[in-house]
T-cell receptor, first 111, second 113 residues
Framework: GENVEQHPSTLSVQEGDSAVIKCTYS??????FPWYKQELGKRPQLIID???NVGEKKDQRIAVTLNKTAKHFSLHITETQPEDSAVYFC??????????WGAGTKLIIKP | SQTIHQWPATLVQPVGSPLSLECTVE??????LYWYRQAAGRGLQLLFY??????ISSEVPQNLSASRPQDRQFILSSKKLLLSDSGFYLC????????????FGQGTRLTVV
């Protein structure tokens, strides 16, 4: 079955710098790769997603890249701001269209 | 538009007591429904998912159970809570089919004392 690994588990960056979170997956049939942001004590919410027919997608300061050959995808946040501090989860769909989740990355933005 | 309701938001229960968390979805039909647990500072652990009324798949064997008595209602239960059941429980739904977003409820913070 699908397995998703996410790195790093914690990432600390200076405000204004960029942050990159990486995920790898095992099932080459996966087609959908969302990223969720979870602020402290709140529910995870989708911030961006990418499908297998696209290599990159951008939405303002966030972007996701997908390398299907290498089976990895990454979240890029530029010009980080304090409100970007949160836990970020990647996921990939399996053959039953269920989402398999990464373990999460705690992003800390230092002022 | 679709909405998901999960309650209660917080719950403190003694060891050995029963548990019932409820989740309902509005504005959609035949959704996939999920229960996740999140320990403090940890990732999302899928507990149960359901693709239809009365259809429950369990991902992790434990003293919890789930039921789907109606199309848009998903209930997480336990007959006797353990200390290790403490955590943040999240209900979620998605549309049937591929490549679809999961929408989460507000979560229930359960503390077993």
């Amino acid at each position: 079955g699908e397995n998703v690994e996410q790195h790093p588990s914690t990432l600390s960056v200076q405000e204004g710098d960029s942050a990159v979170i990486k995920c790898t997956y095992s099932d080459s049939a996966s087609n959908y790769f969302p990223w969720y942001k979870q602020e402290l004590g709140k529910r995870p919410q989708l911030i961006i997603d990418i499908r297998s027919n696209v290599g990159e997608k951008k939405d303002q300061r966030i972007a996701v890249t997908l390398n299907k050959t290498a089976k990895h995808f990454s979240l890029h946040i530029t010009e980080t701001q304090p409100e970007d501090s949160a836990v970020y989860f990647c996921a990939a769909d399996d053959s039953n269209y269920q989402l398999i989740w990464g373990a999460g990355t705690k992003l800390i933005i230092k002022p | 538009s679709q909405t998901i309701h999960q309650w209660p938001a917080t719950l403190v229960q003694p060891v050995g007591s029963p548990l019932s968390l409820e989740c309902t979805v509005e504005g959609t039909s035949n959704p996939n429904l999920y229960w996740y647990r999140q320990a403090a500072g940890r990732g999302l652990q899928l507990l149960f998912y359901s693709v239809g009324i009365g259809q429950i798949s369990s991902e992790v064997p434990q003293n919890l159970s789930a039921s789907r008595p109606q199309d848009r209602q998903f209930i997480l239960s336990s007959k006797k809570l353990l200390l290790s059941d403490s955590g943040f429980y999240l209900c979620a739904w998605s549309e049937v089919g591929l490549n679809t977003e999961a929408f989460f409820g507000q979560g229930t913070r359960l503390t077993v004392v």
